[in-house]
C-alpha cells in the first residue's frame, strides 16, 4: 500500500538531547513537508523539500534540521536549541511542484515529549 | 500574522443537521483552498477541495463554497452524521505547489 509512514508514533527524550524523527514515503512524491501541531495552534510549517537535496525553512524553522538525501525520505531533528519540543510532528508529501492543484498527504504522526 | 483564519474553535450540531464551517483568509494570492478531516492523535486527512475558479465542489455529503470577493470559503456537511465529528483544518496555498498554510481548526461535534 502507497502511504506516508512516520515512526515512531510516541517518543519521549530528556531534556538537551537531540532526536530524529522518521518519515518515509512510497507514494513516489516530489514535496514533502513538516508541520507541528500545538493545542489551538493549528498546523505550523517546520520545513518543506520539493527535490532531492533541497529544503527550505518554514514559519517555526529555530531548533530544527531536516535532510533530504532519498525521494523518499525525509527525517527531522529535533535539538537542544528548539525551547519548547513537546508537540505532535506530521509530515506530509506532495505530487509534482510543477502542479499547483494537489493535496498534501498526512503520516500518521508521532507525540514527541521531552521531559 | 494568520493568512487563514478559523474564528470558530467548536461548534456542535445535531445529528441529521447541516454543520456549516467557516473560514476566512487574507492572501489574494492564495488560489487553492482545501479542507481536511482530523480525529485525536491521527493525521489529517484530505475532505475536499476548491480551485479559485471555481465557487463551489460537491462531493457526497460534503461541499465547499468559495467567495472570493469577501475571501472567505465555508463547508457545508448535509446530513451531519456522528462519525463527522472531528477537528476540521481549511488550508490554502498560492500557485505553484507551495505548503500549505492552515487555520487553527474548528472542532466539530455532532450529537446523536
Known amino acids: 500500500d502507497g502511504g506516508i509512514t512516520q515512526s515512531p508514533k510516541y517518543l519521549f527524550r530528556k531534556e538537551g538531547q537531540n532526536v530524529t524523527l522518521s518519515c518515509e514515503q512510497n507514494l513516489n512524491h516530489d514535496a514533502m513537508y513538516w508541520y507541528r501541531q500545538d493545542p489551538g495552534q493549528g498546523l505550523r510549517l517546520i520545513y518543506y523539500s520539493q527535490i532531492v537535496n533541497d529544503f527550505q525553512k518554514g514559519d517555526i524553522a529555530e531548533g530544527y534540521s531536516v535532510s533530504r538525501e532519498k525521494k523518499e525520505s525525509f527525517p527531522l531533528t529535533v535539538t537542544s536549541a528548539q525551547k519548547n519540543p513537546t508537540a505532535f510532528y506530521l509530515c506530509?508529501?506532495?505530487?509534482?511542484?510543477?502542479?499547483?492543484?494537489?493535496?498534501?498527504?498526512f503520516g500518521q504522526g508521532t507525540r514527541l515529549t521531552v521531559v | 500574522d494568520q493568512q487563514v483564519k478559523q474564528n470558530s474553535p467548536s461548534l456542535s450540531v445535531q445529528e441529521g443537521r447541516i454543520s456549516i464551517l467557516n473560514c476566512d483568509y487574507t492572501n489574494s494570492m492564495f488560489d487553492y483552498f482545501l479542507w481536511y478531516k482530523k480525529y485525536p492523535a491521527e493525521g489529517p486527512t484530505f475532505l475536499i477541495s476548491?480551485?479559485?475558479?471555481?465557487d463551489k465542489n460537491e462531493d457526497g455529503r460534503f461541499t465547499v463554497f468559495l467567495n472570493k470577493s469577501a475571501k472567505h470559503l465555508s463547508l457545508h456537511i448535509v446530513p451531519s452524521q456522528p462519525g463527522d465529528s472531528a477537528v476540521y483544518f481549511c488550508a490554502a496555498r498560492p500557485s505553484g505547489n507551495t505548503p500549505l498554510v492552515f487555520g487553527k481548526g474548528t472542532r466539530l461535534s455532532v450529537i446523536a
Open positions: 476548491i480551485s479559485s475558479i471555481k
Open positions: 506530509a508529501s506532495s505530487i509534482s511542484r510543477s502542479l499547483s492543484n494537489t493535496e498534501a498527504f
